[in-house]
T-cell receptor
């Protein structure tokens, strides 16, 4: 299983940006970084993914370090609906595309 | 698009009974995954299929668990006989066999008493 390291929990004030860090020091050159989140009582939800370049979509931005050993998920303006567990995942495997979830970061958004 | 559909949403059964969980993936998605989530162990991959063929079932806890995908639009996860330690939320996910974008169902909460 590919191993990533995330803080267990983080807090953010509503309407402020949130930076969720992830370390993946053993990542290999062809492995992608994926982020999923899981809201209470729901299944995980895809957020964003990237390989080397920074990525933006309607949900978030992903900043990947130049050496690719770490990345940061950026929520530009946290809302109460963003309170969830955020998972950072390396995808290893030769075309199998199976994702292994760690323990993630529980984000609390304070009104 | 109705997303990944799982049934039932909740299942309560007695120890020793057979339990069947069902999943309908998104049309056109070639890969299907079964996960289990508990407080102690988090999200665990049980088995996945590519084009209806089981590829890796190394996550299946023991022989009491079995999964099938008879066609591209349906999969089952069966536990026989069930035990209290099988109590968990079981998720099904599908993807069009790329490196990104799994879509998960809402899960089946299984309680074995």
């Amino acid at each position: 299983d590919a191993k990533t390291t995330q803080p267990n929990s983080m807090e953010s004030n509503e309407e402020e940006p949130v930076h969720l860090p992830c370390n993946h020091s053993t990542i290999s050159g062809t492995d992608y970084i994926h982020w999923y989140r899981q809201l209470p009582s729901q299944g995980p939800e895809y957020v964003i993914h990237g390989l080397t370049s920074n990525v933006n979509n309607r949900m978030a931005s992903l900043a990947i370090a130049e050496d690719r050993k770490s990345s940061t998920l950026i929520l530009h303006r946290a809302t109460l609906r963003d309170a969830a567990v955020y998972y950072c995942i390396e995808s290893k495997g030769t075309g199998a595309n199976n994702l292994f979830f760690g323990t993630g970061t529980r984000l609390t958004v304070i009104p | 698009d109705a997303g990944v559909i799982q049934s039932p949403r909740h299942e309560v059964t007695e120890m020793g009974q057979e339990v069947t969980l069902r999943c309908k993936p998104i049309s056109g998605h070639n890969s299907l995954f079964w996960y289990r989530q508990t407080m102690m162990r988090g999200l665990e991959l049980l088995i996945y299929f590519n084009n209806n063929v089981p590829i890796d079932d190394s996550g299946m806890p023991e022989d009491r668990f079995s999964a099938k995908m008879p066609n591209a639009s349906f999969s089952t996860l069966k536990i026989q006989p069930s035990e209290p330690r099988d109590s968990a939320v079981y998720f099904c996910a599908s993807t069009p066999r790329t490196r990104y974008g799994y879509t998960f169902g809402s899960g089946t909460r299984l309680t074995v008493v």
